[in-house]
């Protein structure tokens, strides 16, 4: 299979130099029983990297268990993992096979790796090098035959180095690893992807995708992208849903560019009145409400209404960034004689704080609210991992 069936077959878009590179080492290593790491910022192709390893390897015709390690409270992750004895721990009250058994003959992929727990590394490099482990609450040794794929989005050589991963588990791991680079470090690949979005979500409505313009286009190689190819996704079908297929200009694609997205210097802004998305979007919606089915439109506010979470949390998100900065300063910088100044801006820093902390949980009812309580998906529409969204749950006392 030469590459561009390769590519086509698993849905990887791309002509950039380095996803090339990606691909191939995609294709040298599939076949093998290697570990392989993939890292790469989110929203990068991880997942779709990890299908692909699975999906043109000789274990293809047997399982992929995919599991995420930051999804899943620390104490249950080691018997999801191997399985546990009836009455190993409370609650435990039959024998559970774990992901471990379930994947035999197959691969597993350890998605946010970086999350696992130490005391669980130790033993998921034994695992690793001999294929031996046991369930939770039993010294009966068993015998797998999977093999691992692990993803991270962060740096795990740091970790290694801050004493919260293991080296030799690292290295273990890291016996291949593929590298996606983020989005805005090869915007070659934007025009590609933009396409592929808008054909798909065209076809899938029934109407044509007249394309992009070249300014438009440029407009969105000048975005960072922090959300990377996911991001980019999420706003062409947006715009390709709503305004159905039209070309897309750069008047279409300005209301639904959120804010804290505007890269300095595009032209876009320059000399415009930026609107929200909350508005503009609204708008725009209005115009095209007739003829629509309630179906369609009641799809059309979810899109908007995750768009304008995304916003919200990022500017979130960087306000919170903000606080922590100007905390440190003060706390490094300020002379003892300003002291007095200090303690009553703590004050007002507790106020905020309370205020985010209700937006924050607002927006996570939000967020439940428009996925039918999937906190799968609620925490992917908010861009935090499941464990993150689990403890603010606990914390809010949602559940
Ligand atoms: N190279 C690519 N070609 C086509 N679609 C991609 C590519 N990379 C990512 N995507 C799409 O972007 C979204 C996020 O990808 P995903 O693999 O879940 O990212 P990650 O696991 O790194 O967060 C998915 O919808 C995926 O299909
Ligand atoms: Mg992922």
Redesign the pocket.
Known sequence: MDLATIKRRF????ESLL?QQAVERLVQVAPTDLSVLIT?E???????FARALHGLSKRSGRRLVSLNCGAIPENLLESELFGHERGAFTGAVERRKGYFEAADGGTIFLDEIGEMPIGTQVKLLRVLESGEFSRVGSSDTLYTDVRVLA?TNRTLEQDVADGLFRQDLYFRLNAVQIH?PPLRERPEDIGP?VE?FGRSVAAEHGFEYRGISGEALQFLKNLPWQGN??EL?NMIVTITTLERGEMITPATIRPYVPRALKAPGTDIYRGGNFQHSTSGGTGASLVHLNGKTSDQVERELIYKTVLEIQTELRELKQALINREDERRRRRYELPPIEEADAIEDDASSAEAEFDLERSEEMMIRRALDHVSGNRRKAAEVLGISERTLYRRLVKFGLI
Not at 11 to 14: E, K
Not at 42 to 48: C, E, L, N
């Open positions: 849905g990887i878009v791309g996803i790469g989110s929203g990068t192709g991880k997942d779709v993803a996606l992807l592929m190819v996911r996704r």
